[in-house]
């Protein structure tokens, strides 16, 4: 082996893992970005999620969800980047791909499809606060809920 082979940089790897690609309206899944290699790893950009609620979302609440979804060898690697997502809307959705920015070189990730459906009916009642006010109160009014409707 010689010394410049020694000293030579590691392939710089970008992969995706997602919790589910089926998901009721309003459910959140996990969506994780991680690069293996690289020296300088930017953040992801999920600008172009549209369809999505995008948050950040810390690795330690792993712990809280089934992360049997992810390979437990794997969490320790790299850069890990984890998101919460929600669809915004029903149908079949494009999970557009993300950029990051490794080393001053831009890598982008696959496109997923994800289907959300309405949830199905439940026999549980829900509760919604209504507020007995304008959609945009004047300027400097206090607004109190005043009105719990079941819905």
């Known amino acids: 082996m010689t010394a410049g082979s020694a000293n030579a940089e590691k392939p710089v790897v970008v992969r995706v893992d997602l919790e589910e690609s089926e998901v009721y309206l309003g459910e959140s899944f996990i ?25 950040d979302f810390p690795k330690t609440w792993l712990r809280y969800r089934n992360p049997d979804w992810l390979d437990p060898d794997t969490l320790e690697l790299g850069t890990n980047y984890f998101f919460r997502i929600v669809a915004l809307r029903t149908g079949l959705l494009t999970l557009p791909s993300v950029t ?18 309405l949830p199905p009916p439940s026999k549980h009642r829900r509760t919604a606060v209504r507020c007995g006010c304008p959609r945009t109160p004047p300027q400097g009014r206090t607004i109190f809920p005043v009105k719990a409707a079941q819905i």
Do not use: H, L, M, W
């Open 31 to 55: 969506y994780r970005v991680q690069v293996i290699g690289g020296k300088n790893v930017g953040i992801p950009d999920t600008s172009s999620f549209e369809d999505f609620d995008v948050r």
């Open 100 to 117: 990051i920015d490794v080393d001053g070189k831009i890598y982008s990730t696959p496109e997923f499809r994800i289907k959300a459906e």
